[in-house]
């Protein structure tokens, strides 16, 4: 079993960048496939990006698409999402989760473990 606990989320305007992190403890991350989720008032959760156990293999939702990074470190246990030119609609609740899963996976069903969440918030 994985604890995880997301951090880095605020208050940022468009145009801006923010990094989440996502530490992992209990069971060593590099066991999982990670990714991170989002959920806005009123929709339903949403795939952001996934990375493989090595992080050699990535998946983005083509909204996010050259806009944001995911990567990790499984030496610290921690994975990471660098967002960039943040727009209003990227406004949410952030989720790290992990997947006991070779590949990287897209599909909220996919994911064993989630964290609380963090808050983004992206003013016009």
């Known amino acids: 079993q994985v604890q995880l606990v997301e951090s880095g989320g605020g208050l940022v305007q468009a145009g801006g960048s923010l990094r989440l992190s996502c530490a992992a403890s209990?069971?060593?991350?590099?066991?999982?496939?990670m990714g991170w989720f989002r959920q806005a008032p009123g929709k339903e959760r949403e795939f952001v990006a996934s990375?493989?156990?090595?992080?050699?293999?990535?998946g983005y939702a083509e909204s996010v698409k050259g806009r944001f990074t995911i990567s990790r470190d499984n030496a610290q246990n921690t994975m990471y999402l660098q967002m960039n030119s943040l727009k209003p609609e990227d406004t949410a609740v952030y989720y790290c989760a992990a997947a006991l899963r070779l590949y990287v996976a897209v599909r909220l069903e996919d994911y064993d473990y989630w964290g609380q969440g963090t808050q983004v918030t992206v003013s016009a």
């Open positions: 209990g069971r060593t991350v590099s066991t999982y496939v």
């Open positions: 990375i493989s156990r090595n992080g050699g293999s990535t």
